[in-house]
């Protein structure tokens, strides 16, 4: 059975930093995954994506170009989010999955709040 775990969620200030994880059990690989949020009321987004092995590339949604990075530590079989330059409006439940994503692999996501 294989498991998507997101870890690194928390309450951060305006402006502040945090650094998501999101690690793959099983014999899952992490070749093409991404990160999603859904904020409340709202749809689930896509934020950032990384596909590719020998030449990964990677995709942001506008609003988080310059500010968030997603990288890949493949002997961890782990995908990070790097988010810098918080804003009010990055508060969501954050999600790993592949991409495109697999519906039987959406996990409990991680929180994350940005407000003073």
């Known amino acids: 059975q294989v498991q998507l775990v997101e870890s690194g969620g928390g309450l951060v200030q305006p402006g502040g930093s945090l650094r998501l994880s999101c690690t793959a059990s099983g014999s899952r690989n992490t070749y093409s995954m991404g990160w999603y949020r859904q904020a409340p009321g709202k749809q689930r987004e896509l934020v950032a994506r990384l596909t590719g092995i020998f030449t990964p590339t990677t995709n942001y949604l506008d609003s988080v170009k310059g500010r968030f990075t997603i990288s890949r530590d493949s002997a961890k079989n782990t995908i990070y989010l790097q988010m810098n330059s918080l804003k009010p409006e990055d508060t969501a439940v954050y999600y790993c999955?592949?991409?495109?994503?697999?519906?039987?692999?959406w996990g409990q996501g991680t929180q994350v709040t940005v407000s003073t």
């Open positions: 999955n592949l991409y495109p994503p697999d519906a039987s692999y």
